[in-house]
């Protein structure tokens, strides 16, 4: 919620009185930005929540994407997530935060991606929803024909990809401008997106573990991006 109100995106403010008591900055930054405050009674909070138990404020916000992803690409965006067919809201929100973390500044919901103004995926974001470019609607291949047209690698992520992370890092894969692209954790990338990328990576297993998760491999795919975006010598 501070985060949403750092980022001028709060219309109203609901909470009870031990709501607002707790959080006191958060109702002086409202106040501050002129933003309405209004308190209910318990039952009334619970009616505006999906959670089961409530922290006793809430904040009604206003949508803040673009349709345009040449909106967001006119900013020389060094690094950009799509997230292509992903349906679980906790995965996709999960990723959007560790994108925002990792230094990515644009993130894609492609048509057939979850809502990224779930519930459950805003919850997940922590706040990463209000840091970022959000690109909202449009197909996945329009996003990767524009991302190519902007100067950008567009590298997909899969389980069984051509070419290991590691290897492709070492020779300097990541050293440019990238767009990831991260399907489903049940099924992936569609075939058809997936052959559109310059690269199909994979991420290494050294144990015995199957797989990684989505979140997990998306973590480790744009932090080794984040880190070859900042060593020493890097391209700008």
């Not at 560790?98 to 995926?121: L, Q």
């Not at 990831?180 to 573990?209: K, Q």
């Amino acid at each position: 919620m501070r985060e949403a109100l750092r980022g001028n995106a709060v219309e109203e403010l609901f909470g009870t009185i031990e709501g607002y008591g707790r959080a006191s900055d958060i109702v002086d930054a409202a106040h501050g930005a002129d933003v309405p405050v209004w308190p209910v009674t318990d039952q009334g909070l619970a009616s505006l929540t999906e959670t089961v138990t409530p922290q006793g404020l809430v904040a009604v916000c206003r949508h803040r994407h673009h349709s345009d992803l040449a909106h967001s690409l006119a900013g020389q965006p060094r690094l950009v997530v799509v997230l292509a067919g992903i349906s679980d809201p906790g995965n996709a929100g999960t990723v959007l935060r560790t994108a925002d973390a990792a230094g990515a500044t644009v993130v894609v919901f492609p048509e057939g991606s979850v809502d990224p103004y779930n519930g459950k995926c805003v919850r997940a974001s922590a706040g990463s929803l209000f840091h970022v470019d959000l690109v909202r609607g449009g197909s996945a291949e329009t996003a990767v024909t524009a991302l190519r047209a902007a100067g950008m690698a567009v590298l997909a992520a899969e389980a069984h990809g051509d070419i290991d992370l590691d290897d492709y890092a070492d020779d300097g894969g990541l050293d440019a401008r990238t767009a990831w692209l991260f399907g489903s954790e049940a099924h992936g990338l569609a075939p058809e997106l997936a052959a559109l990328a310059d690269a199909r990576l994979m991420v290494p297993i050294h144990g015995r573990a199957e797989s990684l998760n989505l979140a997990a491999a998306a973590a480790v795919c744009l932090y080794a991006s984040a880190r070859a975006h900042r060593r020493p010598g890097a391209p700008p």
